[in-house]
């Protein structure tokens, strides 16, 4: 298996990258120019725990062609919907993994969701139906990513439309150490995507003595 991450030179995709390639996955990691994705791999394959397989840079075209299966979009949410555009025709017989949280522009704590409701939705709307989109990953910080020291202290909520899709990116997930969850079709993204923004209030609140909080699915002791 094979993964792109188009956007993978921001900090969350160079967090994925590194924690899927210390776990065998082969990563290629999108840019729009080659020449930054090659300078990012060139910084993060010395950081990679033996055993790990390198990860490798290409434009975000290069990558698709190269992925197994799964693509994941790790874009800020400001070139979100123009870049899908962009890249449409070469996702066909892919599934896109959507990590991108509609922050507002003038306050990351709070969200500013698009008209379909959440940037899976707007993925989903933008591919149309025969391009699985499963959102997933919006949860987890990108410090605690890219740290390899730490383990993730998060679980992680998948929803999509297509159900042997959000089987897949389970499974993938999974393969970091974390537990993942079936949290429903696409429209669930309204509320996982949301509680970013709580997340980032709490993390940097004076009130609370941590950051890079996650969250877990806590089952009763009973």
């Given amino acids: 298996m094979t993964v792109a991450i188009l956007g993978g030179t921001g900090p969350q995709g160079q967090g994925l990258a590194m924690r899927f390639a210390a776990a065998g996955i082969p990563i290629i990691l999108g840019s729009r120019e080659k020449m930054r994705s090659e300078d990012i791999v060139s910084q993060l394959n010395p950081k990679l725990p033996k055993g790990s397989v ?3 840079g290409a434009t975000n ?3 698709i062609r190269k992925a197994s299966d799964l693509v994941i979009f790790a874009v800020p949410w400001e070139a979100h ?3 899908l555009e962009n890249l449409k025709n070469y996702l066909t017989g892919k599934i896109l993994v ?3 949280v509609p922050l507002s522009e003038n306050d990351p704590k709070k969200v500013s969701m698009p ?3 959440s940037a899976t939705e707007a993925a989903q709307s933008i591919l149309g139906q025969e391009i ?3 959102g997933a990953l919006h949860n987890v910080a990108a410090v605690t990513l890219q740290n390899l020291n730490w ?3 998060c679980d992680v909520l998948v929803c999509g439309n297509n159900l042997e899709a959000r089987k897949k990116v389970i499974e993938l997930v999974k393969k970091i150490g974390v537990n993942a969850y079936n949290a429903g079709d696409a ?3 309204r509320c996982i995507e949301a509680l970013t923004s709580i997340l980032i209030r709490i993390n940097i609140s004076k009130m609370v003595p941590f950051s890079h909080a996650g969250i877990k699915i806590w089952p009763p002791e009973h």
Avoid: H
């Fill in 54 to 56: 390198f990860v490798e």
């Fill in 61 to 63: 075209e290069e990558a």
């Fill in 81 to 83: 919907n123009k870049l």
């Fill in 98 to 100: 959507d990590i991108v």
């Fill in 115 to 117: 008209p379909e409701g």
């Fill in 132 to 134: 699985p989109v499963v």
């Fill in 151 to 153: 383990n993730i202290n």
């Fill in 187 to 189: 429209e669930s993204a």
